[in-house]
């Protein structure tokens, strides 16, 4: 990461942390469980590209950390409800015990629930701070709450869920992708581009979105296999104890590296179309070659 990605990702990291420095007793638990599972770690990919592309329609970014930050806490909460018992059954994330494992179900439940609605506090208190306006406020939390859905997120988790034990073609383990992983990217892209006052670039956005998120999830892919505890943070070769269809079972692992080089020159390829996208080829470059 260069000095201006890295900034951008500490600045978004002290904008979260901030937002639970009070924890008023009665309540304490359920922020401390919210707070455990979003400063856990991570990229901070989504609200990177919020950021990114802000700045790649040649807007100035920084006073929109903490409006990026919302998507950060629509992927925290579907992380904590992921690890739960009835979904993925997963002990550890990002190295650390799961929500559920630090804090009991009923805790982790009611935190991913909390998170959800405070991603859009975050773009209230922006519009009521006249940061944006309401205009820019009502479109950001169509674009976060379409994408986070059922016609999103939450669906692309359902088609996961119904898909275990089966062996799913191509075309729905592209559209279970799209919506589980690429939906929130997507969002990001386009949150960044209506920021920046720029509409006509959203489906410029779009494209790269939908390229970035598929060879995301096939280096995800590839990681199940071939990472480790250590670097990843949690227990690798989940996808195949679930008997889930992946890039992987259903090319093989040098198909699959290839799928991912080809869908990230895509991506790259769509930022042509924006005038200050440095940053963002690089970013789009790294995750390629990442190891967790």
Do not use: W
Not at 29 to 49: C, N, Q
Not at 71 to 92: A, G, K, Q, R, V
Not at 123 to 137: G, H, L, N, R
Not at 189 to 214: F, P, W
């Amino acid at each position: 990461m260069n000095a201006n990605v890295t900034q951008k990702i500490n600045k978004i990291n002290a904008s979260l942390k901030s937002y639970f420095a009070q924890k008023p007793d009665l309540i304490k638990s359920v922020l401390s469980a919210e707070e455990y599972s979003v400063t856990a770690g991570g990229k901070r990919i989504r609200p990177l590209l919020i950021l990114l592309f802000c700045e790649a329609c040649n807007a100035d970014s920084d006073s929109f950390i903490d409006v990026s930050t919302s998507i950060e806490m629509i992927h925290s909460f579907s992380l904590i409800h992921d690890d739960l018992p009835c979904m993925d059954n997963d002990d550890y994330r990002r190295g650390k015990p799961s929500c559920h494992k630090q804090f009991g179900e009923a805790t982790a439940l009611l935190a991913g629930d909390a998170l959800t609605f405070t991603a859009f506090e975050r773009i209230y208190d922006a519009a009521q701070e006249c940061v944006i306006d309401s205009k820019t406020a009502i479109t950001l939390v169509g674009i976060l709450s379409a994408a986070s859905g059922s016609y999103g997120m939450v669906g692309g988790q359902i088609i996961d869920i119904e898909s275990e034990n089966k062996q799913i073609p191509l075309e729905v383990l592209k559209e279970l992708q799209s919506k589980k992983t690429g939906a929130l990217i997507s969002a990001a892209c386009e949150m960044g581009c209506v920021l920046a006052g720029c509409d006509e670039k959203r489906q410029n956005a779009r494209e790269y979105a939908y390229n970035l998120g598929l060879a995301f999830q096939i280096v995800d892919d590839i990681l199940d296999v071939e990472g480790n505890f250590e670097t990843l943070g949690k227990p690798i070769g989940s996808d195949s104890e679930n008997n889930k269809t992946t890039f992987v079972s259903l090319y093989g692992l040098q198909k699959a590296k290839e799928l991912a080089k080809e869908y990230t020159q895509a991506a790259l390829d769509a930022l042509d179309n924006f005038e200050n996208a440095e940053d963002l080829k690089e970013l789009t470059s790294e995750l390629l070659i990442r190891q967790n």
